[in-house]
T-cell receptor, first 110, second 114 residues
Framework: QQKVQQSPESLTVSEGAMASLNCTFS??????FRWYRQHSAKGLEVLVS????GEKEEGRFTAHLNRANLHVSLHIREPQPSDSAVYLC??????????FGKGAKLTVSP | ETAVFQTPNYHVTQVGNEVSFNCKQT?????MYWYKQDSKKLLKIMFS???????VNETVPRRFSPQSSDKAHLNLRIKSVEPEDSAVYLC?????????????FGKGTRLTVV
């Protein structure tokens, strides 16, 4: 079973509406979490890194971490069509190795 | 702008051939990685090198072999490719190996095995 469960697999929102993505970690080792974005033909771009419970904001991107529930979420405020991409959550343990979710395809319609 | 450079961008080859992918980082980082992203977009680590030393070697078939000439370069060779090797191979680097270290990725090399 996948140790990093990401949901939904795909999401379509209208431009300007909030987009929310979720991850649950059951790998037992992840302590630090990141959200990445992957556009076609581009590398992974880190959006938010979060290391403690609560909220972390980076521009229009806000991550929430709840360690008790092994849950981390990403909220995108006022999404634009250029935000259409695949979003991946990733966890790090004591080392730098990243464990990724399967990704969520976000489509922002004008 | 990316500072982890991968070549080639794409490669198509036949079953049984040998391929090599190159990766160079200009960030001065000590640690480099190879990740594989399959057709379902799942990313998994394959190898990690720190100062030219192999530190992580996940369960990867023996036909895959990483090669590091210095800490700025980490190449990947695949002997006798198989259809399931079709994927995007992402190179990455980080300043260290701690749990909070940020990892920077290249744009990937897409391999298609026909």
């Amino acid at each position: 079973q996948q140790k990093v469960q990401q949901s939904p697999e795909s999401l379509t929102v209208s431009e300007g509406a909030m987009a929310s993505l979720n991850c649950t970690f059951s790998d037992g080792t992840s302590n630090n979490f990141r959200w990445y974005r992957q556009h076609s033909a581009k590398g992974l771009e880190v959006l938010v890194s979060i290391f403690s419970d609560g909220e972390k904001e980076e521009g229009r991107f806000t991550a929430h971490l709840n360690r008790a529930n092994l849950h981390v979420s990403l909220h995108i405020r006022e999404p634009q069509p250029s935000d259409s991409a695949v979003y991946l959550c990733a966890g790090q343990g004591t080392g730098s190795k990243l464990s990724f979710g399967k990704g969520a395809k976000l489509t922002v319609s004008p | 702008e990316t500072a982890v450079f991968q070549t080639p961008n794409y490669h198509v080859t036949q079953v049984g051939n040998e391929v090599s992918f190159n990766c160079k980082q200009t960030l001065g980082h000590d640690t480099m990685y190879w990740y594989k992203q399959d057709s379902k977009k799942l990313l998994k680590i394959m190898f990690s090198y720190n100062n030219k030393q192999l530190i992580v070697n996940e369960t990867v078939p023996r036909r895959f072999s990483p090669q590091s000439s210095d800490k700025a370069h980490l190449n990947l060779r695949i002997k006798s490719v198989e259809p399931e090797d079709s994927a995007v191979y992402l190179c990455a680097s980080s300043p260290g190996t701690g749990g909070r270290t940020e990892v920077f990725f290249g744009k990937g090399t897409r391999l298609t095995v026909v």
